[in-house]
Each structure stands twice: as C-alpha cells, then as structure tokens.
C-alpha cells in the first residue's frame, strides 16, 4: 500500500465508518491478539497499547463495542473478565477496505 492508498484508507474508514487512525490500530491489536492467542480480554490490551493513555484506550475500546465493531462475552469461569470478539461492524471495514 502507497501513501496515496493510505491516505484514502482513512479517510474512507473516517467518513464512513468514523473511525480515526489510532481506532483502527486498536481493533488491529484485538483482532491480532484474537489470531495469535485465540482469545483476547479487556485488560490486557488495555495496559499494552501505547499510543494513548490507559483511560482513553478503555473509552475508545468502549466505543469500538458500542459501534459494533468489538464484541464481548463474559467468562463463565471469572466474571470480571471481558472475552473480546470481532463485532458485527467489523465484516463493513474489512468490505471497505478491500475496495481501496
């Protein structure tokens, strides 16, 4: 991908999904870690992120879930602990930019 592709990735992710660059870098750090590991709950990725502080990551993680983008169901075993899946929305941002 060159910088012009780049360029129209966001803006498209932006205008029609409103999603910015560091909210795409968050599902891509869910959805990696749902890959590598086959499960993903909040708190780690929360205290792994860095490009925002701990408290604006868990307000953009919760963003992410109210937009469907992320999903989450609760363990059976521990109930404070929030298992990540990819949303529903998820499916419209991979159609988009498969387009670009």
Do not use: C
């Not at 966001?10 to 205008?15: G, P």
């Not at 205290?47 to 469907?68: C, M, P, Y």
């Amino acid at each position: 991908m060159n910088l012009e592709q780049l360029s129209r990735a966001l803006l498209k992710t932006h205008t029609e999904l409103g999603l910015d660059a560091i909210d795409l870098m968050l599902l891509h750090t869910v959805t990696s870690k749902l890959k590598r590991e086959g499960e993903a709950t909040i708190m780690p990725i929360i205290d792994n992120f860095e490009l925002t502080s701990r408290a604006t990551t868990h307000a953009r993680l919760k963003n992410l879930i109210r937009n469907g983008f992320v999903g989450w169901d609760g363990d059976e075993n521990n109930l404070r602990v929030k298992l990540l899946k990819q949303g529903e929305q998820y499916t419209k941002l991979e159609q988009l930019l498969s387009t670009i």
